[in-house]
Every structure is written in C-alpha cells, then in structure tokens.
C-alpha cells in the first residue's frame, strides 16, 4: 500500500510539473533534484541544509525513483503469483464441487 501511494504521489507530481521540464521547490523555486528518504518527498537543495531535512537521508531523485520501482514491480510481482495460485485453487475447488 505504501508503494502504491509513492508511485500514485511521483506520478501526480509528474503530472503537475507539466511537459515543459524540471519541477521546482513550492519554497525555493529550485529543481527537486533530492529526495528525502524520511519524508518520502522530492526536496531541493536549500530544503537539504534547512532544519527540516539536514539530518535525514537523501538520495538523489533518479536512484530513489528507479529504487521505488523496482520494489512497486517486485511487489506486483509477488501479487500475479498470489492471484495465479488462487486462481488454480479456485479451479480446482469448482472441479471438485462438480
């Protein structure tokens, strides 16, 4: 659920920062080139030495992104495997009732 709300937040913000490039700070109107593993949010680079961020981890935007989604695609993984098996027991299930 977790990752399910990262990707739905990364793709709205996506979304928001239009076809024309770079999102930028709401604060600072500088690139969200970090993102804050703490928070779970894009940051720019003067939100990284403010008091709000400085002692959390960042990473840049890019790794977290490509990180996120290999954990979403893994987990919706995981999910096909889970409906594949219920499926076979279903059928199964309706052999045996029949």
């Known amino acids: 659920a977790k ?3 990262i990707a739905k937040r990364l793709s709205l913000q996506a ?4 076809a024309g490039g770079e999102r930028l700070c709401e604060k ?6 970090l993102f804050c593993e703490e928070d779970r949010t894009p940051i720019c680079l003067v939100c990284r030495e403010s008091q709000a961020h400085r002692l959390h981890a ?3 935007v890019e790794e977290a992104a490509e ?5 979403f695609q893994a987990h919706v ?15 199964a299930e309706e052999g045996k009732s029949l």
């Open 3 to 5: 990752i399910i709300e």
């Open 15 to 18: 979304a928001k920062g239009g």
């Open 28 to 33: 600072h109107q500088e690139a969200l080139k």
């Open 58 to 60: 960042v990473v840049p």
């Open 77 to 91: 993984q995981i999910l096909k495997d889970r409906r594949e098996k219920l499926l076979e027991l279903k059928m």
């Open 67 to 71: 990180e996120h989604k290999e954990k």
